[in-house]
């Protein structure tokens, strides 16, 4: 509990507002208005479900909800506090320790009294009145809440019940009480159903954040890692945030369609392996915000954006094998080099294949046809049918390409510059010495070691040892 010199007061007010109960919610006449609302009640029971819900059966039902708030707040604080002086104690306190204003101080316990007497769900005992006590001051002290947050997925599935990683972060499959909400009516008819149907998986966790946007920065990178730890199209159809705050109280839900082109199941074998891969990418990725500045300074950003966009957007085949190969160039590609860029680009893209046991002459000829759909189509043309037999099989490739090749740069420039990587790959692809360095580098990766069951990675380096014993 945040420590603060009218601890006391707040516990001894909310505690005799349990112990006079009956005085407290006692009105008079205009101190309060009671609201009558229709709202919509959904639920939804999971039929079956197959790398996600395959069929589910919903029903609602109208309800009337009673809420009540305060009309004259002032008349009421009046009129208790004859009564119960701990009442305007109280008030002075907070005014007093967080430099408040007379407004400010009675809209804040103007706040907590709305709580206790008409939101708090809970019985007062006195492990209760501490626990919103200390949810108040932090509150006032305007220090980061604890959120909890839920989300609806789709492109990640599992068959086991729950999957618990030890960083906080839980993810099950959906069960009916997912599904049960309640919403005004008076919204519906403006903004419409605002509640997912439907999802593959939930992920929930818990966390002090400043505000909605740190929230959403955070959620954003989880995405992003389970993007790139497996090839899958994660994807949020829908997420609630709901803050232990008092002050802060309403929570935040939003919803967004999903396109999930790829998925992968997650099984408790792996969950070690993602809990520290998501660790790894909480630290290296950048808020957003920031994002726009260090795209400038470092290429891996770029590549992540096109990768992300080739997989999660519903675009066209060659829309999405240009964001793949977009990105490779911002990873493969020096900026001064003009000419042989396909044949760079599908040489060093080869090379670094040759580490997930990919045969280099079937990638070079792959990264060579995608580059070529990717010309035809920024400079506008249109692939004959007979051009377009490949698109399905080239796209798959390409995207398992770029993941894979990410998963190599993001941890080597950590430690070294794009183009003095690309020299080393270079370098590697004609010279034995020179690859069997690069391959004692690639060896220590490892982002490589805990993605090897679904990258196919093999440790060269290994092997080149066991040939000489």
């Known amino acids: 509990m945040v420590q603060s010199k009218i601890s006391s007061t707040l516990f001894e007010l909310i505690k005799t507002i349990r112990d006079s109960l009956i005085d407290f919610k006692s009105f008079k006449n205009n101190e309060v208005v009671h609201l009558v609302n229709m709202s919509l009640k959904t639920s939804r029971k999971i039929v079956s479900y197959d790398q996600g819900i395959k069929q589910s059966e ?3 039902e109208y309800i009337v909800k009673k809420d009540t708030y305060w009309k004259d707040f002032k008349a009421y604080f009046n009129r208790l506090s004859s009564k119960y002086p701990i009442f305007s104690t109280c008030l002075a ?3 007093d320790e967080f430099h408040l204003s007379d407004e400010q101080a009675e809209s804040n316990l103007n706040s907590l009294l709305q709580f206790v007497l008409f939101k708090n769900e809970l019985e007062l005992i006195d492990s209760t009145i501490i626990e919103i006590v200390a949810v108040f001051i932090n509150d006032l002290n305007k220090t980061a809440p604890l959120w909890n947050i839920k989300l609806f997925v789709d492109g990640l599935w599992l068959n086991e019940e729950v999957i618990k990683l030890s960083n906080n ?4 499959k959906p069960i009916d009480s997912d599904f049960d909400f309640i919403q005004p009516v008076s919204l519906l008819n403006i903004v419409g159903p ?9 992920i929930e966790f818990a966390g002090k954040f400043d505000s909605e946007k740190k929230v959403n920065q955070y959620v954003d990178k989880i995405i ?12 949020i159809k829908s997420r609630i945030y709901m803050p232990n705050s008092i002050l802060t109280r309403n929570p935040i839900s939003s919803n967004q369609s999903s396109f999930s082109q790829y998925k992968y199941e997650l099984t408790s074998t792996n969950s070690e392996n993602l809990n520290q891969f998501i660790n790894y990418f909480l630290e290296f990725l950048p808020a957003k915000s920031l994002q726009k500045d260090i795209h400038e300074l470092n290429p891996i950003y770029i590549g992540i954006d096109r990768y992300m966009e080739a997989i999660s957007k519903s675009v066209s085949q060659e829309k999405r094998i240009t964001s793949t190969i977009t990105a490779l ?11 042989e860029l396909s044949h760079r680009l599908s040489q060093r893209v080869s090379y ?4 997930f046991n990919e045969h280099p002459v079937k990638v070079y000829n792959t990264i060579k046809r995608a580059y070529d759909i990717r010309s035809t189509y920024i400079h506008g043309s249109i692939l004959p049918p007979d051009g377009r037999k490949d698109l399905a099989d080239i796209q798959n490739k390409v995207c398992s390409a770029v993941r894979r090749v990410l998963l190599i740069f993001i941890e080597f420039t950590k430690t070294i510059k794009k183009d003095e990587l690309i020299s080393k790959i270079d370098n590697a692809i004609i010279d034995e010495s020179a690859h069997k360095k690069v391959s004692q580098e690639i ?4 982002l490589l070691k805990l993605t090897s069951d679904n990258t196919g990675f093999i440790n060269m380096n290994s092997q080149n040892e066991s040939k000489k014993k």
């Not at 605002?194 to 939930?202: L, Q, T």
């Open 329 to 339: 160039e911002a990873l493969l590609l020096k900026g001064n080099e003009r000419s």
């Open 443 to 446: 060896s220590k990766l490892e």
């Open 224 to 235: 992003t890692s389970l993007r790139i730890f497996n090839l899958g199209s994660i994807e």
């Open 93 to 95: 306190e907070i005014k």
């Open 58 to 60: 919903g029903s609602s």
């Open 169 to 172: 972060i839980l993810i099950r």
């Open 194 to 202: 605002n509640e997912p149907d439907s999802c593959a998986s939930i």
């Open 352 to 355: 670094l294949l040759r580490y």
